[in-house]
């Protein structure tokens, strides 16, 4: 009964619903030296005012995913696949035709919000221009509008701030004014690319406050991207992990945190110092660095950093498997063989970078 | 500031410092603009430090950027002059010195920086690096022997010695951290200040660095001030903690005494903004969210420099008690949560 009623809801989000849908995206950019493939086919659907974070290292694939589902890769990039907003294709629009999506369907706010705002206007004007770009108001009533938007992100005295330039404020207020201004057309999907990267630990947590009051103003759909899984536990409902340009993990955040099955996936959480486990247990880091994306060998790109790794890993790229859950999947042709499976049981706690990586015997340990 | 009755932690008492440092000031002028250039004030940068790096230990320096860790650790190796305060290493006070005299200190103390991309030398191959310091100092060799050292290095920080012919730009980030780390050990150093050096590595390699950072010190007993704002990394590596806030240690303490005993309102705040990651226990998390920036260092506040943002402060102290806050700057010393804080209203918590 419980079954039926979950593959009803998924059929549900699967079809009508999805603000937004990214089908089998590629990007490729052609170089000198060839082709480098920075994403090779990554599908999502997010529903409405649904939070999903995407995780991943740098070179993962995790911000050309995001600027080619708002357009905004150069003309060189080959782009194939299909990216839809509520069932409108993106893909292949005009430049003119993506203004209109852009800002007010689909917001972006960027990791520095030094360069995503222009030094020599006054964050009001920067507020009421996004305003005045979709709506046909006076600049009193955009202004008006900016003032109302400082407050809803939590900057104290706005009616004194809106006349501030950028440079008049700090890091974690910047932010704020761009959350600000991202919010401004009260979009169905906000797109952050490493929003709170370059700012401190208590800022953070105040431009993550922001951030959340932001979605609760205007319902929007979060599409959370950052390389840290702190972030992600506390504000997304579903999670999807980037390795070499794929995805290789997509579930809800209490699956992928608890119940990983891509050997990645585990390296990653095992790789995490924690603040809130005592004791000086070992740190388990993947050895190897992530590979070239210019000319990838056929076969899954984690084989050379995993434990598991066998002779078909070589041969054949594992496909998103579903797991006993409905919603997580994984790409791993064992990841039956990691139920229960802790970090520390797959990979060893080395200091060295180089070596080969020592196969994982999970029969024995467990 | 007066500071000398510090309680130091019961299990270092009886070990001898490698670095002593008491009351370390370093002002950095500010200039006006123009031809002449008066001096129209001082960064406070630092502001009277006081603290011991024992032998074998690691302390680590936490604090948000521009709270003076950084300044911290170049004072410390006399990288920059200090205004005034001594460290003192094998007796003699290091601020003193001339650079002629404490070219030969150097050896004992070296540094790694964060950004591997930065620190290394793009035009010498690796092999240079590394022989770099033995050579300067006069220990490096010649011929087979020199190349054995240089070899030694590079494995000894988990690199193939077969590598050392390559230039710094055909290594990863982490490996290029660990071409930083071969430099810094090269002599041999007592006491290595690591200023972030895992702050610019993905997650994957951090944890291979800092594994060998821990096997390092274990191997060649090794005196680690580890500078960071990443409190995980921290609590990871780091035996005690010094917490800093504008120019300010506010709090410092054995690790486990202070993420399960914390009793700054700032070391609160700080512990409390890191997001776990684990969901579960995210979602039920109550945090401290601090209002505000931190203040100009140009200008600190009176009293208490934490004031303007504490939470304490704002909402739970009488007028009456705030006024002790205004007007008195805390000492750094134990009030009953047994280690030492700089609250007037100190009350241990336990946020993790």
């Known amino acids: ?366 | 500031m007066t500071a000398p009755n510090v309680a130091e932690p019961a299990v270092s008492t009886d070990r001898q410092p490698v670095l002593a440092v008491h009351d370390l000031v370093k002002h950095f002028p500010v200039r006006s603009r123009g031809l002449v250039r008066r001096r129209v004030g001082d960064v406070h940068a630092v502001c009277g430090l006081s603290f011991d790096l024992f032998e074998n230990e690691t302390l680590g320096l936490v604090g948000e950027s521009g709270c003076g860790k950084t300044t911290t650790g170049r004072l410390l190796l006399n990288l920059i002059p200090a205004t005034s305060g001594e460290v003192v290493y094998g007796g003699r006070n290091l601020v003193e010195l001339s650079p002629g005299q404490m070219r030969p200190l150097r050896r004992d103390l070296q540094i790694v920086f964060q950004d591997p991309f930065a620190s290394l030398d793009p035009r010498m191959t690796v092999n240079e690096i590394v022989a770099e310091p033995l050579r300067i100092h006069g220990l490096l060799g010649s011929g087979k022997q020199a190349r054995d050292k240089v070899r030694e290095l590079l494995r000894m920080v988990g690199l193939n010695p077969e590598h050392g012919n390559r230039y710094p730009h055909e290594f990863s980030g982490g490996q290029r951290q660990r071409i930083g780390i071969a430099r810094a050990l090269a002599l041999r150093p007592k006491a290595l200040v690591l200023d972030e050096p895992v702050s610019a590595l993905d997650v994957s390699i951090q944890a291979g660095v800092i594994n060998l950072l821990d096997d390092l010190q274990h191997e060649l007993g090794l005196s680690y001030l580890f500078i960071s704002h990443d409190l995980s990394v921290v609590r990871h590596i780091a035996d005690r903690v010094a917490v800093m806030y504008l120019g300010k240690i506010v709090e410092l303490a054995d690790k486990e005494e202070l993420f399960t005993r914390a009793a700054h309102p700032y070391t609160q705040a700080l512990i409390s903004a890191i997001p776990l990651p684990d969901p579960r226990k995210e979602r039920s998390r109550q945090r401290i969210t601090l209002t505000g920036d931190v203040p100009s260092p140009v200008s600190p506040p009176s009293g208490c420099r934490f004031r303007t943002r504490c939470p304490k402060f704002a909402d739970v102290l009488s007028e009456d008690e705030r006024q002790k806050c205004v007007n008195e700057e805390p000492a750094l010393i134990d009030r009953g949560q047994g280690h030492a804080s700089a609250c007037h209203y100190a009350e241990a918590m336990k946020l993790v």
Do not use: W
Not at chain 1, 261 to 272: F, W
Not at chain 1, 325 to 338: D, K, M, N
Not at chain 1, 351 to 365: H, I, K, R, Y
């Open chain 1, 1 to 366: 009964m419980t079954a039926e009623s979950n593959i009803q809801l998924d059929r549900r989000s699967a079809d009508g619903d999805a603000v937004l849908e990214v089908e089998n995206l590629t990007v490729e950019f052609p170089t000198e030296d060839g082709v480098v493939q920075a994403v090779r086919g990554v599908s999502y659907r997010l529903a409405p005012g649904e939070a999903m974070g995407i995780v991943g290292e740098s070179g993962s694939g995790k911000s050309v995913t995001s600027m080619a589902v708002m357009g905004l890769l150069p003309k060189t990039a080959k782009i194939t696949g299909s990216v839809r907003f509520r069932g409108e294709e993106l893909l292949g629009r005009s430049e003119n035709g993506f203004a209109e999506i852009r800002g007010k369907k689909i917001a972006m706010i960027f990791q520095d919000p030094l360069t995503s705002l222009n030094p020599v206007y006054t964050v009001g004007r920067q507020i009421a221009e996004a305003i005045l770009a979709h709506n046909d108001v006076s600049k009193k009533v955009a202004n008006d509008r900016a003032v109302e938007l400082l407050a809803t992100v939590g900057i104290p005295f706005p009616e004194q701030r809106v006349n501030n330039y950028p440079h008049e404020m700090s890091g974690g207020m910047r932010q704020r004014v761009v959350i600000a201004i991202a919010m401004a057309n009260d979009p169905d999907v906000i797109i952050a690319d490493e929003p709170t990267t370059a700012l401190d630990v208590t800022v953070q947590a105040q431009v993550l406050e922001a951030l959340e009051a932001a979605r609760a103003a205007t319902g929007a759909a979060l599409v959370l991207i950052t390389h840290d899984l702190g972030v992600i536990a506390g504000h997304a409902d579903r999670i999807c992990v980037m390795y070499a340009g794929k995805l290789v993990e997509k579930g809800t955040v209490d699956e992928v945190f608890y119940e990983p099955r891509m050997p990645y996936t585990l390296g990653l959480l095992g790789s995490l110092p924690r603040l809130d486990e005592a004791g000086r247990e070992r740190l388990t880091p993947i050895v190897g660095s992530p590979p070239s994306l210019m000319h990838l060998p056929p076969g899954c790109p984690f084989t050379p950093r995993c434990p598991l790794a066998q002779p078909i890993c070589e041969e054949r790229e594992p496909d998103l498997y579903g797991t006993d859950q409905p919603g997580h999947v994984a790409a791993c042709h064992f990841h039956e063989r990691l139920v229960g499976v802790t970090p520390g049981q797959l990979f060893r706690p080395t200091s060295a970078d180089t070596g080969s990586v020592a196969p994982a015997n999970l029969e024995t340990q467990q």
